[in-house]
């Protein structure tokens, strides 16, 4: 397989009710449109979420970085391509950009992803038919690639924000990863909009689960960690507002 065949590319437009007051793009639609270009990159592979089931495993996202240098508009078409970086042990990292109809670079990600035993909910080494894709580099802006574990936020105050509804829900019937990102960046005042964020995954959220948002100043970013009701920490990221 050549660095070509590797790298899978698709178009999208930005639609009315994907951008914000200031009719741009918020950091969650780009994690959504990510999201999608590398559904359907897996599927194309054949190692897409339904794939997986069939062996007993499914994707999950452990860790992502996304920095955004320009945020598309309404109606913009926008360019996004994705690649598989290379897949050892248990996890597994997805690169992303997107790009105008310029080719001007608009954002770019690492996302570090794990297969999960969907019966034992623990993460399992990735398929060997997985991990034989080569190693891309990230062209440009250099993005975090650690493992290293992010303590959520110490601050003492939470406020409860929303209980976890069906629609919350994806195919593993647990809340999409890009529901973390929503909830941790979209309780700031209106005018500030979030261009950068590393959020953690570190446990589900089901149907009925209330979530609570702490966040504190963390050197010149924030630090949200979200947790549930039964004091389950489910995520923290590190964000960064302009």
């Given amino acids: 397989m050549t660095d070509k065949d590797n790298i899978f590319q698709t178009h999208f437009t930005i639609r009315s009710y994907e951008v914000g007051t200031n009719q741009k793009t918020t950091i ?10 590398a559904g ?10 339904t794939d997986l089931h069939k062996i007993g495993l499914t994707w ?8 955004v240098l320009s945020f598309p508009e309404r109606w913009d078409r926008i360019l996004v391509k ?10 597994a990292y997805r690169s992303y950009e997107m790009r105008d109809e310029n080719n001007q670079l608009l954002a770019k990600a690492l996302g570090q992803w794990m ?11 990735i398929p060997d038919q997985l991990s034989h894709f080569p190693l891309l580099k990230q062209n440009g802006l250099e993005l975090n690639s650690d493992r290293n574990y992010i303590a959520p936020a110490d601050g003492k105050e939470s406020d409860m924000i929303t209980t976890v509804g069906k629609y919350d829900l994806d195919m593993n019937n647990h809340v999409n990863s ?5 909830w941790s960046t979209g309780y700031h005042e209106p005018k500030l909009q979030c261009k950068e964020v590393i ?33 389950i920490t489910l995520s923290t990221a590190i964000a960064s507002f302009t």
Avoid: C
Avoid at 42 to 48: E, G, R, V, W, Y
């Fill in 28 to 37: 969650s639609t780009i994690a959504d449109l990510f999201q999608e270009s």
């Fill in 40 to 49: 359907l990159h897996a599927k194309k592979l054949n190692f897409d979420i």
């Fill in 115 to 125: 297969t999960l035993d969907i019966e034992k909910r623990r993460p399992r080494k």
């Fill in 178 to 182: 890009v529901k973390y990102i929503d």
């Fill in 82 to 91: 994705t690649w598989p970086s290379t897949g050892k042990d248990i996890r």
């Fill in 199 to 231: 959020i953690q995954h570190q446990a589900e959220a089901h149907y009925g689960d209330k979530i609570f948002r702490t966040a504190v100043d963390f050197e010149d970013q924030q630090k949200i960690t979200l947790i549930n009701n039964e004091g």
């Fill in 60 to 67: 999950v996202l452990y860790k992502m970085h996304i920095r």
